[in-house]
């Protein structure tokens, strides 16, 4: 399956340019022959925006946004993987992203579950995870959202659930680099899968985002990783790669009961 990361700024509290933005991107990877563009948390409205901002542009995962996305979808056959604040159950607003099938139809929607500081629990409610597999381009895959890879519990949960490969929309900010370059290869290869890790770039407020938008195979390796500006990454995956792996088959659950109280 020929995958693509679109690592982009985005314009804080503009969907609809931003849409335009990831259109442009979509139209371009889908005549490169991708089946799947994933795109950076909340890379459809702005990330670092406040909660009164960030409640006023949530929408629930039917809205405006998902519908504009479903109908470039749709007219490229082109899965898309896009973040947004979702207007929840009760007003509850999450930080999430959903993935959008060649036909337009909603295939995952998933929440975060692990909030990040003061940015995501000022404005977010946690999400849980069912560990939800989506077929695109033959490919099994699954979605979390920036801090979720950073807990291989997370990701070994999603590995056992049968994806292939990990998508994973991010809004990475520096220093915090060792998470692309590091964290990211380590769970793809603890694993056996690929993991695509789509980040932000440009500035937002006070964060810098550090870009590195990585997408690491089974093996460890690095198949592909930009730079720190805006970029389009396109590569294929095989998911005979999987084959390499061993460490879920080696696997001792006997071995990984309830653990001690920590020490600290």
Known sequence: MRLALFQADAEPGAPDRNLDRLERAAGDVAKRGAQLLVGPEMGLTGYNLGPEAVRALAEPPDGAMAQRVAGIARRLGLGILYGYPELGEGGAVYNAAQLIGPNGARLINHRKAHLYGDLDRGSFTPGTDSFAVAEVGGIRVGVMICYDVEFPELVRRH?????????????????????ANGVVPTRAFENGIFVAYANRCGREGVLHYCGLSTVAGPDGSVLSRAGEGEEILVVDIDPALRAVATHLADRRPDLYGTPSPPLW
């Open 159 to 179: 590995a056992l659930a049968g994806v292939d490969a990990l998508l994973v929309p991010t809004a990475l900010m520096h220093p915090y680099t060792i998470v």
